[in-house]
């Protein structure tokens, strides 16, 4: 019997019996409301998390004993929630950063930049925004060296926003490493920033050439301002984009709120040079969600997002889609009992994702909740070929080597040298081939 009429019948069962690591994308296993807000004492309407160990800090944007805000932390499975800090009247925290055993953030309305430890102990106003250098702060921050960056929706000269700089001690204030002009550079960046070398990476929820936002590059010391992209609010666009980009290599991803196709947002790519922008998926407002604002996560090759709209119960989805705009999927649809309106940036550790909701939960306030993810396996295909007196062998799924043996009933399996083509002859000792990985 011919080599390849061999490979031909045992082709199924021995690639039923490998063992694959996992592909992308992922689907939901497991979801579970951590916590739900009550208002007071432990806040509502919560921003974000970030993980340190098995703790998750966040804020609450609103509540606590003063009504404006709180920072608090609670266990990944739920336990120990405390309120590390309720702000005074007028406050508004927005997402925080982790470093060592502090918690950086900024507030919306108090117009200031805070510390404080992740006891709670230390609670520090660093400094405050006096117009000119920027006001109302809404995104993260980022750190680099002893510097924090960050984005201020508003300043007191044009009301267009910056971006600004501020000492981890809070000397010499905030200065502004750029200030917009409204026109084609943006107006109005609301998102936290993300740095590759010496460059910062951001969008502006409005402005640039269409008056629908911009994706743009300044460098740390504040020269070489560039406008990557500018929105375009049409079909194959989008348009006011508020959330953090996320980086792979040269090209940017993030989501903008509106337009699209159907009009309730896309995830889009960009080049760092402005070059290759695309629209990776467009939103229907139906069971796939609309209307995306927070940053995305990217694992591999997959990227995981939220949509504060639609689904079943138009209470908001989670996502994730192939960087290239392949394999889209439902991986939650929120119900309002487990929350409502995702709003904020999750993060991810292993297999699972953490995140906030804006409202839902069991009094409406929002929650804090962990998502499971179970992978789906691919079954790489082996193609068998003919070529004169050879046979070639092909795959497409990388990372598998192609392994022979002579007999199945004590077989040793040897790796035959080739990426993903590997040409045998036909004569010989008839051999038995799988797929290894």
Do not use: C
């Amino acid at each position: 019997m011919k080599t390849n009429i061999k490979i031909r019948f045992l082709l199924p069962t021995l690639i039923a019996a490998l063992n694959l690591l996992p592909a992308r994308p992922a689907a939901a296993q497991t979801f579970k409301t951590l916590h739900s807000f009550t208002n007071n004492p432990d806040g509502y309407r919560p921003v974000a998390v970030i993980l340190s160990g098995d703790r998750l800090y966040g804020t609450a944007s609103s509540g606590g004993t003063n009504g404006s805000g709180t920072v608090f932390a609670l266990n990944t499975d739920g336990s120990g929630y405390t309120n590390l800090h309720s702000f005074a009247r007028g406050s508004s925290p927005n997402a925080v950063l982790l470093v060592g055993n502090t918690l950086y953030g900024t507030t919306y309305a108090g117009n200031t930049v805070f510390a404080i430890n992740t006891n709670g102990t230390g609670f520090t106003n660093l400094t405050s925004f006096s117009g000119a250098n920027g006001a109302y702060p809404e995104g993260s921050l980022l750190l680099s060296g002893n510097t924090l960056y960050g984005t201020a929706s508003q300043d007191g000269s044009g009301y267009y926003g910056t971006v600004f700089a501020v000492n981890t001690s809070g000397t010499g204030g905030v200065s502004a490493v750029y200030s917009f002009t409204g026109g084609v550079d943006g107006n109005g960046p609301v998102a936290g920033l993300i740095l590759l070398g010496n460059t910062l990476y951001g969008t502006a929820y409005n402005g640039g050439s269409e008056g629908a936002g911009t994706v743009f590059g300044v460098n740390t010391d504040s020269t070489d301002f560039t406008n990557l992209h500018s929105f375009a609010s049409i079909p194959n666009d989008g348009y006011w984009p508020q959330g953090k980009l996320v980086l792979s290599g040269n090209t940017l991803y993030g989501t903008a709120q509106y337009g699209g196709t159907s009009d309730y947002g896309t995830v889009f790519a960009v080049n760092t040079d402005g070059t290759g922008f695309t629209n990776l998926y467009n939103f229907t407002g139906g069971n796939d969600g609309g209307y995306p604002k927070a940053e995305l996560i990217l694992s591999g090759s997959t990227l995981y997002g939220t949509a504060q709209y639609g689904g079943s119960s138009e209470d908001g989805t989670v996502f994730a889609v192939s960087t290239n705009g392949t394999g889209f999927t439902i991986l939650h649809t929120f119900g309002g009992s487990d929350g409502a309106s995702p709003g904020s940036s999750m993060i991810l550790l292993g297999n699972i994702l953490y995140g906030t909701t804006g409202g839902g939960g069991s009094a409406g306030d929002g929650t804090v909740f962990s998502l499971s993810l179970v992978p789906v396996v691919s079954t790489p295909q082996l193609a068998i070929n003919l070529s004169g007196t050879n046979v070639i062998l092909t795959w497409s799924e990388p990372g598998f080597t192609l392994q022979s043996a002579t007999n199945l009933a004590a077989p040793v399996w040897t790796t035959i040298s080739g990426q993903n083509t590997v040409t045998n002859p036909l004569s010989g000792t008839q051999k038995f081939y799988r797929l290894s990985q």
